[in-house]
């Protein structure tokens, strides 16, 4: 196991690998809540983007939804991946703890959203007729990973 303050090779790799993950955030009783999102990693950057897509939704508003919820009043997630082989000794994962903030639509961080719904439309085709551009955008500034496995 390791843990690190960047991202090294090995860990972007897996990121870059990886279709899917699974975001952690802190309910108001302290327990965790995990949810699945699609995402991309900064090239250059510790920090992972996961927009609040179109997929239908418990709630009409984003805003409302428990996981923003959560991050506005506790920023302290995590964020796994992970590689599955039928070879367990291709197993692996990584865990990248952060801190969440929301890049809003006409906010200060414009250049910053629209390079990342660039890069999430390059990464996942079915973003090509989400109004990505509408609603927010989480982004995590990775602090810590703790990895495991034939990375």
């Not at 390791?2 to 279709?19: C, K, M, V, Y």
């Not at 692996?92 to 719904?117: F, K």
């Amino acid at each position: 196991m390791t843990s690190e303050l960047a991202l090294d090779h090995a860990a972007r790799r897996l990121l870059a690998d990886a279709r899917r993950a699974t975001l952690a955030t802190i309910r108001p009783d302290g327990s965790p809540r995990l949810v699945p999102i699609c995402f991309v990693l900064d090239p250059s950057a510790a920090i992972l983007y996961s927009p609040l897509d179109e997929k239908p939704k418990r709630t009409g508003d984003p805003r409302r939804l428990a996981r923003v919820l959560d991050t506005v009043r506790d920023p302290r997630v995590a964020v796994l991946v992970d590689r599955w082989d039928e070879d367990w000794a291709g197993l692996a994962w990584l865990r990248c703890d952060g801190v969440a903030t929301w890049l809003e639509p006409g906010g200060e961080a414009e250049a910053e959203r629209a390079s990342t719904i660039d890069a999430l439309r390059r990464r996942y085709d079915q973003y090509a007729d989400h109004d990505l551009e509408s609603r927010p955008i989480l982004r995590i500034a990775i602090s810590r990973t703790t990895a495991w496995g034939g990375r």
